[in-house]
């Protein structure tokens, strides 16, 4: 049983795993910045306060849009059910067969029907 958990756990992690990517790339993004603005900020508070307006503007932004972009991405979450189902179906796109791949390129079959003029 202790096999079909973890076989559970890889196929939910694969499955989302842009969505994590996303979220500790945010996280150490802020952690970064959270370092670099603190040791700039008591720089400038001991030098020149009046300063410090337009360093806390872009630092909060760029926090803000981080964690907005973090939880957007997270309605594409796939729950432990679902996770098999994605992890076979991005193997489905990667495994493509040969005749989607054909159909695929526009050049090839630039009109795929035709169109009755009569009609129209």
Known sequence: MGWLT???????ISANAKIFFRLSLSI????ILNLLYSKYEALLL????E??????CIFTFITVALIIWTLLSFKWFSSFKKSKDVVEIKKSFHNMPEEYKKISDVSKYPSLRKINKDKY
């Open 28 to 31: 150490s993004i802020i952690f």
């Open 6 to 12: 973890k076989i559970g756990i890889a196929a939910f």
């Open 51 to 56: 300063k410090l307006f337009i360093p806390l």
């Open 46 to 49: 001991a030098t020149n306060p």
